[in-house]
């Protein structure tokens, strides 16, 4: 009798939503208990292959041996030309309200009606075994799984993008992709391909900004903005257009890294925010989104200092309001990370009727671009119908053969027929619901091969982002920029791209300059005073501290009480605490309570943490101010801005981690000591919520502020 199938048991995968059961049909239960050979021939040896006596030659004739080691020379297909390394997980989508008035979309019409959705988040220039944590710009691509065909906005964690027309996207991506000779570096944009194409190519600016910027080193999946960039059109039933540009906003905040911990996280963890993702879903914390609009009418087309066809502009949202019109709840993992992660295509084409394009040069060179790279990277025509990129609603078309075409079609595949009874027949003949009409623009102009005057701006809304940081945020872009340009071999680039930076604003030109031993440029006195306090990170921290990631410090002698009663506070709150000590096991206290190790700490690091806990206990405390580890810790918790709480002796490790001395009990520096969890609890909360404080003494670079 055949086994029960441990692939439904898996949590989550249980006939979850309309998707959930159309994959069933595609999940590969074993019918028998047997091994077999792909022809369905039970096999009883799979570890040695037939030959010719003992010792003998392999015979070919081994049908067994050829199939197993064939198939397996084939598994791999191409990577992503660019996202190659991601992220997937399923979930659902429900609207807060109707948007009939702007849009026909029929998941967008009824309030609290669910569509299934699969979200790929990426990186963008390191191959798919690089490292998480790498300065880059984030996919955040969700195809929603509509009534009425898929839908997919493949956007990303930054507003803008680097170019304005997508024949550059080739030259961009073989700039900042590794270096043709040695294929260095990897995951990272930092050499002279990068910067020389950037620094001649000004209307890559204020992109540069936002990827100089912490956004690029996101905390989470789950703590990351997402923007569809380009502005799209929402079409009504009464065929009346209306501009959007599409916001997903995280429910846990936006929270980054800082450089120096991304760096050492990408070594402890390479695969830190794909864990994240995974852990966070499989424990039941399921990350969430709000999908939010920006509506801009189409008379008012015109009424911006930019164009609004222009991806390297946002609009600020001072300006126009961001609407929230959504959730977006992910909830399931994949389960088989080829067929689903790997396998999923993603088409800024895929529309449904109420969603369409706009002129935006750039989308319009996408929509081109994702079926044509699917074709080779999937292997033929055939893959919307891989059971990830399997719409819901039916499929009927003329549309035959092909590799891996996996559906008998029966039939005549011709339009028109009288053999087939005219079928499949086209909407305009019968039922006219759920029909694609492209919008009605009227369209009219030279043939020209020219850049609009109105994308000529290329640095206002650079200064407008440097303008709206705080004054950490502005220090981590100098340090960013110094960093990046200080991998640069060519004197000339250099100096070409802090030139640029001049025309940003004279302070960061100054700055960077002086970090590349350069002399300061004159700055540019036409510079713009805007700013949008929107864009800053500092106004961007959720309530609460779910899911955040508390580390105890342990060893035998620590105050046990104070630590359990400390983490009934944090867990109620929603945090995460892991209990650290030289080995596994368990540390018993000063009375001899037991406290249960979670992980040893030569496992483990504070950049896998949100934030420390010290407990007091004389001996204990002595036991880690004797382990390099321990003392590493707490320097590099402090380093990076994490909020600390120490209780008593613990005060001793912050000492010994050259915490100043002003700071050792300072809550408005998130370091909080206290003898009690009663005194401590609330302010360690309200820190945790803060996130990171990186304004502590020694923190900002005097040089980079
Ligand atoms: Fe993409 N992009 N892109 N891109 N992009 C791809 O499609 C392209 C751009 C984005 O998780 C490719 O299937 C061009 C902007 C994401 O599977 C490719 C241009 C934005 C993903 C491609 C852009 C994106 C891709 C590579 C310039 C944010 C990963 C593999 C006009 C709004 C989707 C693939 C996933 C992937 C082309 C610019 C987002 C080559 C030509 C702007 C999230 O087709």
């Known amino acids: ?36 050979t792909d022809q369905g021939v039970r096999v009883d040896d799979t570890d040695n292959a037939l030959r010719a006596g003992e010792r003998g030659p392999t015979l070919l004739e081994d049908f067994h041996n050829r199939e197993k080691i064939t198939h397996f020379d084939h598994e791999r297909i191409p990577e992503r030309v660019v996202h190659a390394r991601g992220s997937g997980a399923y979930g659902h989508f429900e609207p807060y309200e109707s948007l009939a008035e702007y849009t026909c979309a029929d998941f967008l019409q009824e309030p609290g009606r669910q569509t299934p959705v699969f979200v790929r988040f990426s990186t963008v220039q390191g191959p798919r075994g690089s490292a998480d944590t790498v300065r880059d710009v984030r996919g955040f691509a969700t195809k929603f799984y509509t009534r009425q065909g898929n839908y997919d906005l493949v956007g990303n964690n930054f507003p803008v ?37 950037c620094s001649l190519q000004p209307e890559s600016t204020h992109m540069l900004m936002w990827l100089m910027s912490d956004r690029a080193i996101p905390r989470s999946f789950r703590m990351m903005q997402g923007f569809g960039v380009h502005t799209f059109r929402f079409v009504n039933a009464q065929g009346r257009g209306t501009f959007v540009k599409f916001h997903w906003k995280p429910l846990l905040g936006v929270n980054s890294l800082v450089w120096d911990e991304a760096q050492i996280a990408a070594g402890r963890d390479p695969d830190f925010n794909r864990r994240d993702l995974w852990e966070a879903i499989e424990s039941g914390s399921c990350p969430e989104y709000e999908l939010g609009v920006q509506l801009v009418a189409e008379e008012d087309e015109h009424a911006f200092a930019f164009d609004l066809l222009d991806a390297t502009k946002i609009i600020p949202e001072e300006q126009v309001p961001v609407r929230p019109i959504g959730r977006m709840v992910l909830d399931r993992n994949p389960q088989n990370f080829f067929a689903e992660t790997e396998q999923v295509a993603f088409h800024t084409a895929n529309v449904v009727p109420g969603i369409d394009f706009t002129n935006d040069p750039l989308l319009q060179g996408r929509n081109f671009s994702y079926l044509d790279t699917q074709l080779i990277r999937l292997g033929g025509p055939n893959f919307a119908q891989l059971p990830v990129n399997r719409p819901l609603a039916d499929v009927y078309t003329n549309h035959r053969d092909g590799y891996g075409q996996q559906v008998i079609q029966p039939g005549d595949s011709y339009f028109p027929n009288s053999l087939s009874g005219g079928c499949p027949a086209h909407a305009g003949s019968g039922d006219l619901s759920g029909v694609f009409r492209h919008y009605q623009e009227s369209v009219a102009g030279e043939k020209v091969r020219v850049r609009s005057e109105s994308f000529k701006d290329h640095y206002s809304q650079a200064t407008l982002f440097w303008n709206s940081m705080s004054d950490w945020e502005k220090a981590h872009i100098v340090e960013a920029f110094r960093f990046e340009l200080g991998k640069v071999t060519s004197d000339e680039v250099r100096e070409r791209m802090v030139g640029n930076l001049a025309h940003v604003h004279g302070d960061l030109a100054g700055a960077v300059a002086a970090g590349l031993g350069l002399p300061a440029p004159q700055p540019d006195p036409t510079v713009p005073s805007l700013s949008s306090p929107a864009l800053s990170q500092e106004n961007l921290s959720a309530e609460g501290i779910r899911t955040r990631k508390v580390a105890v410090l342990a060893a035998d002698g620590t105050d046990v009480a104070y630590v359990e009663a400390m983490r009934a506070k944090l867990t109620e709150a929603g945090a995460l605490v892991e209990v650290l000590a030289a080995a596994e096991g368990s540390v018993h206290g000063e009375d001899s309570a037991v406290l249960e190790v979670d992980r040893a700490l030569p496992t483990m690091a504070s950049v896998l943490y949100d934030t420390l806990l010290v407990p007091g206990g004389k001996q204990a405390v002595q036991t880690l101010l004797d382990d390099p580890a321990a ?28 915490v100043p001395g002003e700071v050792l009990n300072a809550p408005e520096q998130g370091v909080i000591s206290a003898d009690s969890a009663d005194e401590a609890a609330d302010a360690f909360v309200s820190a945790i919520e803060r996130h990171r404080f990186m304004r502590r003494p020694g923190l900002l670079n005097p040089g980079a502020v």
């Open 1 to 36: 009798m055949a086994p029960e199938n441990p692939i439904s048991k898996r949590r989550g995968h249980d006939g979850h939503d309309d998707k959930d059961r159309q994959l069933d049909d595609f999940r590969a239960a074993p019918e028998s208990d047997a091994l077999t």
């Open 161 to 197: 993008f680097f170019i304005q027309d997508a024949i550059k996207f080739p030259d961009f991506v073989h700039a900042v992709k590794m270096e043709p000779d040695n294929e260095m570096p990897t995951g990272a944009s930092a050499h002279d391909t990068f910067w020389d194409f």
């Open 631 to 658: 003392v590493r810790f707490v320097e590099e918790s402090y380093r990076h801005g994490k909020p600390i709480a120490v209780q008593g002796d613990g005060e001793r490790l912050l000492v010994a981690a050259r």
